[in-house]
C-alpha cells in the first residue's frame, strides 16, 4: 500500500530556518529577496548594504590591479591603492591624487561610475520603502466574550488602534475552530 503524498514539506530557508511550503505552492515567494530586505533588522540591513559595497570595490580594485601603470600616484600592482581609487570613484569622490591613465583604466572608471550611480539609487530606494512602509498599531483584548446583539449571541472581542489616527475602511475575518462530538 503506498503512502499518500504529504501536502506539507519543510524546507531550510535563510538563516537556517524551517519553512512550511503547502504542496501547489510556488516555494519561491519565501525566499522574496526584496521581502528579506525590507524586513530585515536595521543592524542586518546596513551590514548587508556594507557588505555589497565592499563587495563591488573588491571586484573593480581587481581589475584595476590587472593594469598595472592604469592608475596615476597609485603603486603598480598595489591592491590597496587600487581599493582605494575604487572607493573614490564608486562615491564620486575624486580627491585628485590618483586618476585613470590609460584607455583600460578610464573605461573601468566609466563602468564604475555608472555603477555607483546605480548603486546610490538603488540605496535611496530601498531606504525610503523600508522609512515609508506602514505597520498597523492594532492591540486586542486577551478576552473574548459571547453576548447578545441584536438578540443573537455574538462573539465579541476589542480592537484598539494604538496611534492617534483613524483608522478607514477596516474589515476583519475571524476564524473559529473547534472539536464537535457527533
Not at 506539507?8 to 530557508?13: D, E, K
Amino acid at each position: 500500500m503506498s503512502e499518500a503524498p504529504r501536502p506539507i514539506s519543510l524546507v531550510r530557508g535563510a538563516r537556517g530556518k524551517r519553512i512550511a511550503v503547502i504542496k501547489g505552492q510556488d516555494s519561491g515567494r519565501f525566499f522574496d529577496f526584496y521581502h528579506g530586505i525590507l524586513t530585515a533588522s536595521w543592524p542586518g540591513f546596513v551590514a548587508q548594504l556594507a557588505m555589497l559595497f565592499l563587495t563591488v570595490n573588491l571586484a573593480f580594485a581587481t581589475l584595476y590591479v590587472i593594469d598595472r601603470g592604469g592608475i596615476t600616484n597609485a603603486r603598480p600592482g598595489s591592491f590597496a591603492d587600487a581599493f582605494f581609487f575604487s572607493v573614490q570613484t564608486l562615491g564620486t569622490l575624486g580627491y585628485g591624487v590618483m586618476a585613470p591613465r590609460t584607455l583600460y583604466a578610464n573605461l573601468l572608471v566609466t563602468a564604475e561610475s555608472f555603477t555607483g550611480i546605480l548603486i546610490i539609487a538603488l540605496f535611496t530606494g530601498i531606504i525610503f520603502a523600508r522609512f515609508s512602509r506602514p505597520f498597523a498599531r492594532l492591540v486586542f483584548s486577551k478576552v473574548a466574550v459571547v453576548a447578545q446583539f441584536d438578540g443573537v449571541p455574538t462573539l465579541m472581542f476589542r480592537a484598539a488602534n494604538q496611534r492617534g489616527n483613524s483608522i478607514l475602511d477596516a474589515s476583519v475575518n475571524v476564524s473559529l475552530a473547534g472539536n464537535y462530538v457527533t
